[in-house]
């Protein structure tokens, strides 16, 4: 934690990072106090540490994208809660550093990206995450329409897994 | 272009309606939201319908609606341009239908909203509207294209502050009560942290209570504990991923409530019911933390099923195996 000194900063990571955010447009005035941290069920059932992330951010020590901790946020909004700071969005900010850990081609393991293929090949060619969703299933049109709007998406990538996969279990 | 957020102004039927709010409802086409997890708990469904159906209320589902694509936008499998193009599908397909679309499922109320809000960021609004753009079906009721409508008539609405809303009209259809029971209440984080539905600081800073009234008034006993606010583990998937960390959260928050005696608990969320309730999961949590827990998990609409009398099959037993449920049924149902 204690790793920077107050000259450290470098706030040219975080423009990036959030130029288009109103929501997340005071993560500058982050005053540490920690409540984020004590109320994260992430925090407690791993090393993921909100105040570290943003020390971190604002101090454009890009190392942060490479660190799985990020992964293991829960996007519960709790965060948002409870810190005493308006326009402050942890859960957002935690959403575009995954995608520009992406980018910059770490991203998540691939293993856990694995638990992803099932449900996208069901999203793709059902529009449900589920084998069989509860009623009718979705018209055949608007799947394909869903399968256009997700076009070079990361999810076409994890779909074209599940295809690999059942080519490999057939040919076994 | 301004894109205000789509929920139903709750406080502005109270007053126009203070002694009967059920009767804004009377003339509304109401829709709900399809959530993919009701597969698996399908009186989640049929228990708001069975309701709706009780209180004469027009209601339909949408059969051009798509899951709500959450999921892979959490773990960023999408861009949020693409995130707001399917929300905008969805909101296209349900303006077309109804007034007033109920969900089940906290994840999708807060996808929906939260694809909407993407809106206000230009470049994503761009983009969004050249990915409708690009579509080249045509919607097939009125011919017209996809876009982004910037004030469709359609409002969202939660199924809980739906029924909180209209509670004092409901108990006079209910068949039976709760008879005591001692329940531990789960909002989910997606309900209970949401701001985005909300028009005033105070209706998301406050203490929630929608769900321990609801429980008095059907005549159970709201009990506290420990976990009340925690998260109930599926954490944007960290189930499926992290499942051990991810399950001690679950395990938590189960033995928090089985340690104050509740006799089940009581939750507005397909997602959370899942977490909560999956046999392998608890098999998982008694191998990894030593402890069988067995304490029974019920969806709000699901009660609302039990409680109007209607068929077990239809309100909680297909496809379920959740612990001890029987048993709650039966001590809800005794004449």
Same mark, same amino acid.
């Given at each position: 934690m204690d790793q920077y000194s107050d000259s450290d900063w470098n706030t040219k990571f975080y423009e990036e990072l959030v130029e288009d955010i109103e929501e997340n447009k005071?993560?500058?005035?982050?005053? $540490?106090?920690g409540k984020c941290v004590g109320d994260c069920p992430a925090a407690k059932v791993s090393e993921f540490n909100i105040r570290k992330i943003i020390q971190k951010v604002l101090r454009g020590d890009k190392s942060v994208l490479k660190? $799985?901790?990020?992964?293991?946020?829960?996007?519960?909004e709790r965060c948002v809660r409870v810190c005493?700071?308006?326009?402050?969005n942890i859960p957002l900010l935690i959403i575009y550093l995954r995608n520009e850990s992406f980018k910059q081609g770490f991203g998540p393991k691939y293993n856990d990206l694995r638990k992803y293929v099932e449900m996208a090949e069901r999203f793709l060619t059902?529009?449900?995450?589920?084998?069989?969703?509860?009623?009718n299933e979705l018209p055949k049109e608007r799947v394909k329409e869903l399968n256009k709007i997700c076009d070079f998406a990361r999810i076409k990538y994890v779909f074209k897994a599940s295809k690999i996969n059942n080519k490999k279990r057939k040919n076994s | 272009m301004s894109f205000s957020n789509?929920?139903?102004?709750i406080n502005e039927i109270k007053e126009r309606y203070?002694?009967?709010?059920?009767s804004f409802f009377k003339d509304k086409k109401m829709c709900l939201f399809k959530a993919c997890l009701e597969k698996y708990f399908p009186g989640v469904r049929y228990g708001m319908l069975d309701l709706s159906n009780e209180l004469d209320l027009n209601v339909s589902t949408c059969e051009s609606q798509s899951c709500c694509s959450g999921t892979f936008f959490q773990r960023n499998l999408i861009t949020r341009a693409q995130f707001a193009a399917i929300n905008e599908r969805n909101v296209y397909e349900l303006n077309h239908q109804a007034d007033i679309v109920l969900f089940s499922c906290n994840g999708c109320y807060n996808s929906l909203m939260r694809g909407r809000d993407f809106l206000r960021i230009e470049e994503v609004r761009y983009k969004t509207e050249e990915i409708l753009n690009g579509?080249?079906?045509?919607?097939?009721?009125?011919?017209d294209k996809y876009r982004i409508l910037e004030n469709p008539s359609v409002r969202f609405l939660h199924d809980l502050d739906f029924i909180y809303l209209i509670r004092n009209e409901i108990i006079d259809i209910? =068949?039976?009560?709760?008879?005591d029971l001692k329940v531990a209440v789960h909002y989910g984080c997606h309900y209970l942290n949401?701001?985005?539905?909300? =028009?005033n600081v105070d209706e998301y800073v406050r203490d929630k209570s929608k769900l321990e009234d609801l429980v008095s008034l059907f005549g159970g006993t709201p009990v506290d504990y420990q976990?009340?606010?925690?998260?109930?583990?599926w954490g944007a998937s960290q189930v499926l991923i992290n499942q051990k960390e991810a399950l001690k959260i679950t395990y938590n928050k189960l033995k928090s409530a089985e340690n104050v005696g509740a006799d089940f608990l009581l939750m507005p969320c397909p997602t959370c019911l899942y977490t909560l309730s999956k046999p392998e999961y608890r098999e998982k949590i008694q191998k990894w933390y030593g402890e069988k827990l067995d304490i029974p998990t019920i969806h709000l609409n699901e009660l609302m099923a039990i409680l109007l009398g209607c068929e077990q099959e239809r309100c909680i037993t297909l496809r379920r195996t959740t612990p001890r449920l029987q048993e709650i049924f039966e001590s809800i149902t005794q004449d």
């Open positions: 005071n993560i500058i005035q982050c005053i $540490s106090c660190d $799985s901790d990020i992964w293991h946020c829960f996007l519960c005493p700071r308006e326009h402050i059902k529009g449900v995450v589920v084998e069989e969703p509860l009623g | 789509l929920a139903l102004d203070p002694e009967e709010p059920l579509l080249e079906d045509k919607f097939p009721t009125n011919g209910l =068949k039976y009560e709760l008879n949401l701001s985005r539905d909300k =028009k976990e009340r606010e925690s998260c109930c583990g």
